[in-house]
């Protein structure tokens, strides 16, 4: 079986877009393959009383400054800082929790990002949700009718709760076996991690 | 003039002690100078509201192991997790602004920081300081009577103003112009930024 490593995410949180931008890159140049996985990390952090940024502008600021200057340095576009915080109702997750489940997360995942860094189309919004789905061939009022349903939020639900139990606290996470890296800065430790390991 | 790049930091931070192990080698290798400037950064925290780990049992637990890794990782030696957190009257602090003017502040620094991690020995206390001092050839009554002095706490003070106009708000954050990088796996950035500017 080949190498596998799991993505923990988050659409709403900032750092994730470089790692949905360069993710599939990083890991098939080592033949490894990427499982996708939305879960509320907002459920999580609200429990651990981790706020990193709001009331922080101080913090806040530096964070997209780091951002963009990341972003040019892994050859990521970056136009501007985009409308932030995104996703109140955690739609756009659950339409990610749909999309893993049928096989198309990554596209979406990486449209929904571009739309919101490139064009400032908030994830989740339904003036902009719609014509995002048909873009990726999806049927827009099924496919939203089946984020909302509770089988959608039980997943999502389980999802974070396996989280929880791996000692996630934030978005993104790699996880190999039980080894767990946080941050899209730590992409090249979770890889390096993995490819160390025997083949299974 | 050489290329230079200041280095904030604060005794007590754990992830520092990866920088202040690894720092000299890297500069050296693109022959950039470092300054090294102790700062209260536990006083822009306060202010800030930013709490990292206390009351963070599940940060706090992966900061351990990550920084574990990430020894390993740059060949820095990493025995167990030692006694957290330390310095509480900033003493080790003031005297690496002490060391910092006398023009002794790397070694002094680097010594307090392996005692810490490799010996478990905490910084600051008068415990371990005065022959921690001696071993660098420093009077241990002298310089912690100065380190005590009103004019060390001014210069502390002066900067973490410094710090705080600059927008640091935490440690190690290195310092080229007015770009900040925080972190010690914003070592690399910071470096190739400072490369990247045009010789003064």
Redesign the interface.
Known sequence: MARQLDLFFFIGSTYTYLTVSRVQDAASRESISIRWRPFSVRTIMAE???VPFR??P??M??MWR?LE??AR?HGVPFESIPHYPVDPDELANRVAVVASLDGWCPEYTIATYRAWFLENKVPGDLQYLPALLIQLGRDPEVTIGRANTQEIRDRYASETQVAREL?I?GSPTFVSGSE???GD??LE?AI??CRSKPER
């Open positions: 651990q009383n981790n009331g922080k101080v913090k600021k530096y780091d200057r990341r340095r000692g606290f767990i890296f946080w800065d730590r430790d390096d991690w």
